[in-house]
Structures are given as structure tokens and as C-alpha cells.
């Protein structure tokens, strides 16, 4: 059986749905950011914190649990600049509570979401997972800690674990049953596509004087069932011992300026956005573009989705919400 936090979240979900067809899994999420709906049918769910100690123990009691799958955290950036305290609280003490209980409880197998976010301003064109680690947010900075405290545990205490940095997680799932959903949306493509449906009166670029070829920020766009897939290749590798401890980068490995994305949302939904161009956002770095070689060599890690599909993926879902909402 496998413990998904975070399961009712974005990229949680999607994890979910794909681990359902094999396994027995369990979600607890406090459903501060995520959503009941979002939940997979065929999973046990617990509403809960992961810092709330007898939630958590409860479950390892409970259940006979072969891995944990961490997604719960906050993750917007500029939250974490004016709010630190909710970043080390949530996410990092968060996350040492969950990790006391499984070491308690004798349970060894533990996978991780990271971010981009570690490597700061990165100096390379295409980052590896050997480059340079240097957060200049409480966000990045509160993940990177959380990696630091898992290769402690594995010298301590035995704990086996696989990270995965994602870069940008996009896209929706197959079924149009669920896709990304903030509140607040603080995301490119969703801005967009809201946008696009009427709902937003304009899209504002942030920034036009990045030392990139049109002047906009560059970010690898990845599909969230990749992500998904990605999780499964890893947890099986854990169980059955194929790999060490191990961190990976999640990316596509191209890289889309913020008009780019634009211009392909036009073209997949063939409506027309207004733009606002606006100057900077803070901690904003100019290109964040994923090598992935380690994940595919290792665990024979393939994308099924390029940009033009995660762009169809989340219109069609946003097409389906807005309808079932029109329905309701
Ligand atoms: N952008 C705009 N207008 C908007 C929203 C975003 O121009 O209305 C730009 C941003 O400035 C950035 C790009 O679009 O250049 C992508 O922005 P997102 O907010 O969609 O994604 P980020 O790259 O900022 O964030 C993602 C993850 C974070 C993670 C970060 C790592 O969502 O969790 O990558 O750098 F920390």
C-alpha cells in the first residue's frame, strides 16, 4: 500500500490516478490548496496535516505502508518571499514529522517532490542534477533543506528515497477529469487559457528585457501525467531495489519563452489574447531548461507530451469545468 500526501493536490492527483491501476493507496491531504473532487475514487481518503503527529501515526498503524509519496507542500514563490514562516513550517517541519513517524514505524521507501527552484539562477543553458544548488527563495530554499534532512536520514537511519525536481508542471489529465486548479492561479498557461475564455481581461507578460531571444523568460514546460509516470518508474526501482538514493530532474528539455506559450495557446484554442507587458517579477531567472539524460538512462523515463498536447490537455480541461459549471 502506498501513502500519497498531497494526493488531492495538482500534480498529486495525476500521481494518483496513475498508481491506482496497480496499487492500494492511501491519500491524506488537509485540502488547504487541493480538492476532494480531485481525489481518485479508488483511494482511501484521510482528510489531515502531515504536522498534526497522531493523523500520521495512526495511518502507519493502520495500514501496512511499502512507500510514501510526498507532495504536500506551498509552492508559490512570492508567498514564500513576504510569508517564510508558512515555507519552513509547512513544508520543512511538515515534512520532518512525516519522516520521524515512517522511521518510527520501520518504513524505508520515500519519494519526494523538489523543484527547479534549488538551483536559483543557474549558470548552465541546460541544467543538470550536478549543477550548482543556490535557492534565492524561502520556496527553493525550504525544498533544498528537505533534501539535505533525506540524505541524512538514508546515513542515519536507512531511509531509502528518490527526489524529482520538477521544472514547470503543466498540462491536464487525459479524462478532462482533473487538471491544474489554484486559487490563487499564480501559472502561465492556466492564466492564459482563463484568459482565452473570457475569464481573465487580459495576460500580463512579466518581463521583455530577459537576455533571451525575444526578450521574455524561458521555462521547460513539462506534461503532469510525464510527471506521474515518472513516479511510478521510481517507486517500482525503490521497491524492488534497482537503484540508490537518487535525485532526478523532471523536464522536457526545450525551452518556451512566455510569448511563445502564448502564441501556441492561440493557436491550439484559435483565440486571440490581449497582452499587457509589465516589467520584472521578482526572482524570476531569465531560462530554466531541464537536461533529463540521468531519468531516462536510468529508469528508461520517456515524455509522451510535447508543448503543443500539454496546451490541448489543459484547454480541453478548462473547456469541461467551465461547462460542468454551466451545468450545475
Ligand atoms: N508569467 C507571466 N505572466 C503571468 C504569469 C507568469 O509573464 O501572468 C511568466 C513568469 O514571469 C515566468 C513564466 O511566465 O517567466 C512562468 O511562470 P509560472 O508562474 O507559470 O512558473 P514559474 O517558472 O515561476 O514557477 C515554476 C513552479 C514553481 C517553481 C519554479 C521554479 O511553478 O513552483 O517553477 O523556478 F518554484
Redesign the pocket.
Known amino acids: 500500500m502506498i501513502l500519497v500526501v498531497g494526493g488531492a493536490g495538482y500534480i498529486g492527483s495525476h500521481c494518483v490516478k496513475e498508481l491506482v491501476k496497480e496499487r492500494s493507496v492511501i491519500v491524506l491531504d488537509n485540502l488547504s490548496t487541493g480538492h476532494f473532487w480531485a481525489i481518485d475514487e479508488k483511494a482511501i481518503f484521510i482528510e489531515g496535516d502531515l504536522r498534526d503527529e497522531k493523523v500520521v501515526e495512526k495511518i502507519f498503524l493502520s495500514y501496512k505502508i511499502d512507500a510514501v509519496m510526498h507532495f504536500a507542500a506551498n509552492?508559490l514563490?512570492s508567498e514564500s518571499v513576504n510569508n517564510p514562516i508558512k515555507y519552513y513550517e509547512n513544508n520543512v517541519a511538515g515534512t520532518l514529522n512525516l519522516l520521524k513517524q515512517m522511521v518510527k514505524h520501520n518504513i524505508n521507501n520515500f519519494i519526494f517532490s523538489s523543484?527547479?527552484?534549488v538551483y536559483g539562477i543557474p549558470k548552465e543553458n541546460v541544467i543538470t542534477e550536478e549543477s550548482f544548488t543556490n535557492p534565492i527563495n524561502p520556496?527553493?530554499k525550504s525544498k533544498l533543506m528537505i533534501e539535505e534532512m533525506l540524505r541524512d536520514f538514508q546515513s542515519a537511519y536507512g531511509l531509502n528515497y528518490v527526489v524529482f525536481r520538477y521544472f514547470?508542471a503543466a498540462g491536464a489529465h487525459s479524462s478532462k477529469e482533473i487538471g491544474e486548479d489554484h486559487e490563487p492561479e499564480?501559472?502561465?498557461i492556466p492564466?492564459i487559457l482563463q484568459h482565452l475564455l473570457g475569464k481573465r481581461e487580459k495576460?500580463?507578460?512579466?518581463?521583455t528585457d530577459y537576455d533571451t531571444l525575444d526578450g521574455t523568460?524561458i521555462?521547460d514546460y513539462i506534461h503532469v501525467t510525464d510527471i506521474a509516470i515518472a513516479h511510478i518508474l521510481g517507486l517500482d526501482a525503490l521497491l524492488y531495489k534497482r537503484i540508490d538514493n537518487n535525485i532526478y530532474n523532471l523536464g522536457n528539455g526545450h525551452g518556451y519563452s512566455?510569448k511563445d506559450i502564448i502564441d501556441m495557446c492561440e493557436r491550439v484554442t484559435g483565440k486571440k489574447a490581449t497582452i499587457e507587458y509589465e516589467s520584472r517579477?521578482i526572482g524570476?531567472?531569465a531560462r530554466?531548461i531541464a537536461s533529463s539524460k540521468k531519468i531516462r538512462e536510468q529508469l528508461g523515463w520517456e515524455t509522451e507530451y510535447n508543448l503543443n498536447k500539454i496546451i490541448e490537455t489543459a484547454w480541453e480541461w478548462h473547456i469541461n469545468k467551465n461547462l460542468n459549471k454551466i451545468l450545475k
Do not use: E, M, Q
Not at 495576460?203 to 518581463?207: A, L, R, T
Open positions: 509552492s514563490v523543484t527547479a527552484a520556496y527553493g514547470n499564480t501559472h502561465l492564466l495576460i500580463k507578460v512579466f518581463g523568460c521555462r512566455v517579477r524570476d531567472p530554466l
